[in-house]
Nanobody, 124 residues
Framework: QLQIVESGGGLVQPGGSLRLSCAVSGFTLADYAMGWFRQAPGKERAWISCISGSGGPTNYADSVKGRFTISRDDAKNTVYLQMDNLKLEDTAVYYC?????????????????WGQGTQVTVSS
């Protein structure tokens, strides 16, 4: 059974850091590009980062560029999102998604499989 499970969310102060994990099962992670999206209250789900297949490029939304780092460990079937210098506006539910193929996309519609999300709250 295919499954994507995000973890690592929580409450953090502005300027702090969190590392999100996205554990996948039921499919071969190496066959998929992976993306992270987030949805803040009252807003649409927005793409923030993606990573292509092993050794491939990464991409970031301008809002997180320089602060977030996406990585993957295909041997562990896990994708990570290191989030540094967090801001109040980073508060959202963060979702991990899988897109079959090598190169990743910033388009919501390209992703076939989604996790349930993990809450990140940035507050003083």
């Amino acid at each position: 059974q295919l499954q994507i499970v995000e973890s690592g969310g929580g409450l953090v102060q502005p300027g702090g850091s969190l590392r999100l994990s996205c554990a996948v099962s039921g499919f071969t992670l190496a066959d998929y590009a992976m993306g992270w999206f987030r949805q803040a209250p009252g807003k649409e789900r927005a793409w923030i980062s993606c990573i292509s297949g092993s050794g491939g490029p990464t991409n970031y939304a301008d809002s997180v560029k320089g602060r977030f780092t996406i990585s993957r460990d295909d041997a562990k079937n896990t994708v990570y999102l290191q989030m540094d210098n967090l801001k109040l506006e980073d508060t959202a539910v963060y979702y991990c998604a899988a897109d079959y193929g090598y190169y990743c996309s910033g388009s919501f519609y390209e992703y076939e499989y989604w996790g349930q999300g993990t809450q990140v709250t940035v507050s003083s």
